[in-house]
């Protein structure tokens, strides 16, 4: 079984400032693990993927997470927010032996202050 | 533009009533899925197909809930006697079999039963 635990609901930064979004998961396999954002009324988005090649993967619009296996992570970075990165955030992960279903994490919800 | 199209965007339907939403994926993609996802929520499994077998279906999927793939190409997900609480965004994503390829996502179908 799979799940993925964000650890924040909410998290709320400065324009111009770091953002930081966690997220742990729990597998019995090798999981593939993703983020996806989702503005509002929208559908989801794919920002990066982790599928065991580099630990630290690069996303669109300067996101980037690292997996780190020692800790069950990976947490979601940027290093500077932008007021468009105002979303909602979902950490997932899937089993990598061929069957994708993807179990997603409950959400964090970004809000970038001007 | 993920390639994954829902019909309709938003459905306004009165409780009681019958309701089909529509998900064409992208057409290499054999494998498709069906979510749902409440306020506040992250997206839950509903269903999966490859090709146009139905392989998986949660607990989710009371017998209220029907899907069919029957050509392998778009699906169809029903909801007979809709209630209150099937208020949700039912989301439709798609990928290959095998590897470690994202599932590729559509914006969503807006319930709302009033």
């Known amino acids: 079984a799979q799940s993925v635990t964000q650890l924040d609901s909410h998290v709320s930064v400065s324009e111009g400032t770091p953002v930081l979004l966690r997220c742990n998961y729990s597998?019995?396999?090798?999981?593939?693990l993703f983020w996806y954002v989702q503005h509002p009324n929208k559908g989801l988005q794919l920002l990066l993927k982790?599928?065991?090649?580099?630990?630290l993967v690069k996303g669109i619009n300067g996101f980037e997470a690292e997996f780190k296996k020692s800790e069950t992570s990976f947490h979601l970075t940027k290093p500077s927010a932008h007021m468009s990165d105002a979303a909602e955030y979902f950490c997932?992960?899937?089993?990598?032996?061929?069957?994708?279903?993807?179990?997603f994490g409950t959400g964090t919800k970004l809000q970038v202050i001007p | 533009d993920t390639g994954v199209s829902q019909d309709p965007r938003h459905k306004i339907t009165k409780r009681g009533q019958n309701v089909t939403f529509r998900c064409d994926p992208i057409s290499e993609h054999n494998r498709l899925y069906w979510y749902r996802q409440t306020l506040g929520q992250g997206p839950e499994f509903l269903t999966y197909f490859q090709n146009e077998a139905q392989l998986e279906k949660s607990r989710l999927l009371s017998d209220r809930f029907s899907a069919e793939r029957p050509k392998g190409s778009f699906s169809t997900l029903e909801i007979q006697r809709t209630e209150q609480g099937d208020s949700a965004m039912y989301l439709c994503a798609s990928t290959k079999v095998g590897g470690k390829t994202e599932a590729f996502f559509g914006q969503g179908t807006r319930l709302t039963v009033v």
């Open positions: 997932a992960s899937a089993n990598s032996g061929g069957y994708q279903k993807v179990t």
């Open positions: 597998s019995s396999y090798s999981p593939s």
């Open positions: 982790y599928t065991s090649a580099a630990t």
